[in-house]
């Protein structure tokens, strides 16, 4: 990696650095908070029209990586009269101290308050990052409540895949927005960018009228939600008659166009992952009934492999990273992953370059693969994930990996000089019994009963690690009851005895779980509507920071919130996760359009419960998940017959243009 430069920055400005920094000293990594990163950005603030403040709302070390926010900072600082500048959650230890000295939320690039920027764009990957968010509002000095901000203060915009129901979130984002990122960002700023060369007329309320008319930004004040009785929702309907209906999300057709991120950032403080990451491809289409992610991305849209080389080879030369992840949902099944794994590792062989692809898929193409990129010596872990332990509930989620299946291409990576592989499953499924999570001891059992046979070593070693299961909207399983923490742990007690009753067995078995009561909580939180608010606001209160880190989570703060706001509401913890939805039952994300046909995804539910699967729709005729008409396109893959190599020179490709270093 390149080194950082030693020269000290000018403070911005309207920086906040002359009072931050006498703080850093007493925090723990101090330099997570300094900026100045290979590939950061500092503009002229009073030349630019447009300014944003992105976040990822959680520390440096998670939230530097995150590619969905290098990917919008570049985009937005490629023109010229726009500024964005990134800022993180910070740790309690300094976000006492903040409060103490009058520190607001300040951006790391040039320690600006976030407060003074025209957007603050937040991304959450996972709901976990709720509490976080309404530390870095307070922080900003900007009023927890959307409804008390005026015109001095900032546009709270939600993204990411959280944003698919940013219900819970309600009151405190002006507006929340569907889908990729990469063109919704251009539009909103050129509406932000407008509406200030009129002088701002019909202040905030116009501006959030505006984002609402292009129908792919909900603004949660103008729609009213109505409920029944029994606390069930009646209707979500719009308070004023110029705002969509409904809400759909964006969608990124051609990511050729969308090269990102092309100077990528590199961190100065350790995080978790340092390397030059490109999305091969964006959604999925192999329908695991569980995987939210893989519904709300979809169609299917391939990356070329001649780009993706440029990328490569341009990311790699601007940001001196050793590793280069080649990322998707399911990389395996790029249509042409074959020739780009050969061609970037004849690119690459001989140098320190290392290359890995996330290897879920249950084949032995896989370890073809992992092969093919290990040239240079260098092996990544391999991961694979069957997630149901049984036959059975790998129907029930669609996950078609027979145990024949696995157990062939987990020994063929052993005979192949892996001693070590991981292999992932969830607890808590759909219709899930002991006996389905004890078959997943049995099947550990089984590799390395054949991976001992195979090899005549008993140097072999397989990781069992168990996530757990969270209902998430936009899935067919948005309808189905959460099991309860006390069952889930119950499950995983049961399991580790089985994976340990033959000692010799058990002792090349490692095993890692999280407890259920995380989960339960982020179930809360993933299909809660606007009522949850409140129990957020109440954690929040309570001291509820960084909730996706185990050891700052408190499952009692939670429960108690919820205990303390839900009963005037008539509902409680249980009612938003322990409870099976009807088919009739409006859900909280009705209005937000995925894309995918409701009906369809009551068939998947009810298909799931009788065992049935359904085929990827890549390889077979469509089975009208919908998605495609409603975005009036088609799945985009190759084989497009073009070659990675050679490689064009880098000095050929166009760079961003506008961005001062
Ligand atoms: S509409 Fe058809 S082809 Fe398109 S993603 Fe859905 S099932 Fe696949």
């Known amino acids: 990696m390149s080194a950082p430069s030693t020269t000290p920055r000018p403070v911005a400005a309207n920086s906040v650095w002359p009072r931050l920094e006498p703080l850093l000293p007493q925090v723990t990594k101090p330099i997570q908070y ?40 570049e985009v937005l600082n490629e023109l010229p009269d726009v500024l964005a500048e990134r800022t993180y959650a910070v740790w309690p230890d300094l976000e006492k101290l903040m409060r103490a000295h009058g520190v607001p939320q300040f951006t790391v690039d040039a320690h600006r308050s976030v407060r003074d920027f025209d957007v603050f764009g937040v991304s959450f990957s996972t709901e976990l990052g709720y509490t976080n968010l309404l530390t870095a509002i307070d922080l900003a000095g900007i009023p927890l409540l959307a409804a008390d901000r005026t015109d001095a203060d900032p546009v709270v915009v939600a993204g990411g895949h959280a944003a698919f129901n940013p219900e819970p979130i309600a009151d405190f984002v002006d507006a929340a927005v569907l889908g990729d990122g990469e063109e919704a960002v251009l539009e909103i700023t050129a509406i932000v960018r407008d509406w200030k060369a009129e002088g701002c007329p019909g202040g905030r309320d116009e501006l959030l009228l505006r984002l609402a008319r292009t129908e792919s930004v909900y603004v949660p004040r103008f729609y009213d939600v109505d409920y029944l009785p029994d606390g069930r929702i009646q209707r979500v309907v719009p308070n004023r008659p110029d705002v969509p209906f409904r809400v759909h999300k964006r969608t990124t057709m051609d990511l050729d166009a969308w090269p990102y991120p092309k100077k990528p950032l590199v961190p100065l403080a350790e995080t978790v992952h ?63 992953i074959g020739d780009m794994c050969s061609g970037l590792a004849q690119q690459y062989e001989g140098t320190n370059v290392s290359l890995s692809l996330p290897s879920t898929r249950v084949d032995a193409f896989n370890i073809d693969l992992a092969q093919e990129l290990s040239r240079n010596g260098r092996r990544t872990g391999l991961t694979f994930a069957p997630e149901g332990g049984s036959e059975r509930i790998r129907k029930v989620i669609n996950k078609m990996v027979s145990e024949e299946d696995l157990i ?49 070593s008993r140097d072999i070693r397989c990781t069992v690690s168990i996530g757990g299961f969270v209902p998430k909207p936009h899935t067919p399983f948005q309808w189905a009851a959460m099991e309860r923490p006390e069952v889930i742990d119950g499950r995983l007690k049961l ?21 259920g009561e995380p989960s339960l909580i982020e179930g809360l939180l993933s299909r809660g509507d606007r009522r949850v608010g409140a129990v957020i606001r109440k954690v929040w209160e309570n001291g509820g920071r960084f909730d996706g880190w185990s050891e700052h989570f408190s499952y009692q703060r939670w429960v108690d919130a919820a205990a ?91 760079l961003p243009t506008g961005a001062q270093q």
């Open 495 to 515: 399991l580790k005895q089985a994976i340990n009753a033959d000692r010799s067995l058990g002792r090349a078995i490692g095993f890692r779980y999280h407890d």
């Open 564 to 654: 303390e706001a839900l009963p005037a509401f008539g509902v409680d913890l249980d009612w938003y996760t322990t409870r099976e939805r009807d088919e009739l039952e409006v859900l909280p994300w009705d209005h937000l359009d995925s894309g995918l046909d409701k009906d369809w995804l009551w068939q998947d539910w009810q298909d799931a419960m009788s065992e049935y699967e359904q085929d990827d729709c890549r390889w077979t005729p469509c089975f009208d998940c919908g998605v495609c008409p409603a975005m009036d396109t088609e799945i985009q893959i190759g084989p497009t017959g073009r070659k990675l190599l050679p490689l064009t020179p880098v000095n050929g490709l166009k």
């Open 408 to 456: 062939r291409t987990v020994v063929t990576a052993y005979t192949n000089g892996w001693r070590q592989v991981k292999l992932y499953f969830m607890c808590g499924l759909p219709t899930e019994t002991d006996e389905d999570v004890l078959q997943i001891a049995r099947m550990a059992h089984e590799v390395i009963k054949a991976g001992r046979e195979a090899t005549g």
């Open 34 to 73: 300094v900026g100045g990163e290979l590939g950061a950005v500092v503009k002229d603030w009073d030349t630019a029209t447009v300014r944003w403040a992105l976040m990822y709302p959680d520390a440096y070390e998670v939230g530097l990586p995150n590619q969905g926010v290098q990917i919008l900072y």
């Open 274 to 336: 340092e390397r030059y990451a490109v999305e091969i491809f964006r959604g999925c289409t192999r329908g695991c009934r569980f995987c939210q992610a893989g519904m709300i991305t979809r169609p299917v849209r391939e990356r070329s492999i001649t780009t993706v080389g440029q990328m490569v080879q341009q990311g790699l030369e601007f940001s001196g990273f050793h590793e280069v992840g080649l990322l998707s949902l399911s990389s395996a099944d790029h249509s042409e």
